[in-house]
DNA sequence: ATCTTTCCTG
DNA sequence: CAGGAAAGAT
């Protein structure tokens, strides 16, 4: 990890957020933020005004990737999900019972300023605009490429599916040829020549559409060499790769994921288990008839529901797939700054399929058999197609207005697509690493920079409860130095700093960042010192004789949090 | 009344 | 760090 975020990022005056009265509300004082404190990516969820239409659908997208990836979270409650290093069995139980215990509802308060700004230059102004839009031409032309060829894969694949679940067809050389032809350049019609079979046919005109938008792109591409050559062809792009996931998706829908429309009830709802088959493959043809038949039975919102796998018993094709992607897999490192290429996400797709982690890992629960991630990736390729070709179009439902920044549409994927249950020590170590920039997290910012995790009132409690530990420590760190402080006989609060060789910050650095490998801000000292002087002023006034002294100084910390960097929602922190 | 936070314990 | 009681906030 080599994540050394620079300060500009944090607070670089306190006095003026201290003289703010509403601890609820902060407001940044970012000399370098003209985007202020506007996050682009929001909230997963409900922020982004949705038609019931769209969150219907979206919902049922979700519900099928969840169902045909058959993900290892698919299980019960999310704390069984965590994994559990400490070595407790009796954790499962007492999450249970705690969960059965618990009436409150998620806390929706206190949302400040989610998310930083978003480090998008405006771009290079007029001295080298030249060069710079010969690279971007040429970047753009290599994208176009890149997406070409990914969209054959993407077809590939998707073939395969469909060739596996009706073997009677051999359609997937059929494909191949054709793609071997397009990949040679040979313009044909003669793509769906064979079988006679409707959907063959379908998916080869969507083929067809898909190449013939690459080559309006690439005829825009050889023909533009215009001073808006940037813009349009970044626009180009995109709306081909809409268009052609969303044909793909289409084909996918009327081939038989067309779902009862969404129920939506309380999305926090016990799931039932899915069991170890639940990763199984499944045609198409089963999620069409135990919907059916079993449409009674589904009283959760859709993007939760898992279906039982007593209801129909599976195949035995693949036995055990516990883990849809890598164990060791690298994580995918993602930065804002650089805005990832269309063509990324999808390649990223490909290869580790619409559940892998592009941030934390590992994200296995112990119960899990983490013993054959060689098992991983034949039985999953067929799965994950499905799965992907899903996940993207629940990113086109959700941005119907071809919002084309590559970022927001990777952050829209990574949403929808790494979804965990549970928080692993990874989430933990970010969570810790957050600590340098918010002591007081909203539950807001936590679902906003934990995009990867499926929040429920146990995970939300469970974050707020590390936030409320973390505190504590340093809350207890603040008071023990300060009381130091006292007894060593410092009688001016100037003389008291906290700087990277100071004790405590040694001992704050060891808390939240025990590997030490994370550049903590500045101001995260800056808030240190305040903290301690707050400690050091009170004790001094013998207002440590009060029960509730330390509410005063709370209350001023709690003005003095930073917005969390943007790469905090995206980034690997293993 | 419900939810958040702190405090204490293990 | 989690569990739970209790205080605090709304």
Redesign the pocket.
Known sequence: MNLSLPDQNMHSSSEGCLDDDK??IMLPCFPSSPSGHISIGASPEGEHPMTDHMQAKRARVENIIRVMAGSPNSRQHG?SE?SDTDGKDT?EA??A??EN??????????DHSVGGPVSRRPGSSSSDTCNTKDEECHKLKEQLHSMQRLLRQLQEKFLQVYSQEEPEHDSRDEMEVAIEHDTLGETTDTYYVGTGDDFERKNSRVTVDCRDRMKEVSYVVHQRESHNLQETLKQELSRAVNECVDKVFKKVSSKGLELSPGKHADSTQEQPPAGEAALKPRSLEYYESTEAQSSQDQTEALSLVVRKPAVTPLSSVTPSVKRPYPVHQTPFQFNYGTPLHDSQILEHLLKYGPHSNFGALPCMPPSMDRTSPDSVDLPWDSIAMRSKVTSMTVDNLCLPHVKIECGELFFCLNVNVNIQEG?TPSH?KK??LMFFYTR?P??NVLKTFFPDVKFN?CI???L??????????Y?IQMEKFARQAMVDGISDVKDITVSRDSELFRALNM??NKANDFHVPDRFLEVAEITLHEFYNAIAAAKDSD??W??AI?KVI?KLDSDVPEEFKTSSYL
């Open positions: 601890p609820d704390d965590r954790r007492r999450e019972y705690r215990k618990r009436k409150q509802r998620l806390p929706q308060h206190q928080l933990l969570a810790k007081y909203s539950s009132r939300t409690s469970q707020i409860k590390w936030f409320s530990n973390f505190r504590e420590f809350y808390h939240y029960p509730s330390k509410k709370y709690c």
